[in-house]
């Protein structure tokens, strides 16, 4: 599988990381613990297409993040994470 980094272009997935899915906002230092537990346990682990953060550790050592179909590897897109996740 190949991933097309921003910064470095077409690059195979050894050069990366994989973090796991990419997760909402973190909830917060004055939330609750269920709150704070759901945002650090709880995945859904989707079949399908699904968002991923990937660190491009032998790269140019950005987080990316991934649209990627679980199923077949087909990979839609992939931007800086700290561009943001929408
Ligand atoms: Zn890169």
């Known amino acids: 599988m190949r991933i097309v980094c921003p ?3 077409d690059r195979d997935t ?3 990381i ?4 990419a ?3 973190h909830p917060g230092l004055n939330s609750d613990e269920y709150a704070m537990f759901e945002h650090v ?3 859904t682990n989707l079949s399908g297409k699904t968002s ?3 660190y491009h550790v032998q ?3 950005n ?3 991934v649209e990627r179909d679980t199923l077949t590897h087909t990979i839609y897109s992939a931007r800086l994470a700290k561009d943001g996740e929408s």
């Open 7 to 9: 910064y470095c272009g």
């Open 14 to 16: 050894e050069e990366f």
């Open 18 to 21: 994989f973090r796991g899915e």
């Open 23 to 25: 997760l909402g906002r």
């Open 41 to 43: 346990y709880h995945r």
């Open 52 to 54: 991923e953060h990937w």
């Open 59 to 61: 790269g140019c050592r």
């Open 63 to 65: 987080w990316i993040l």
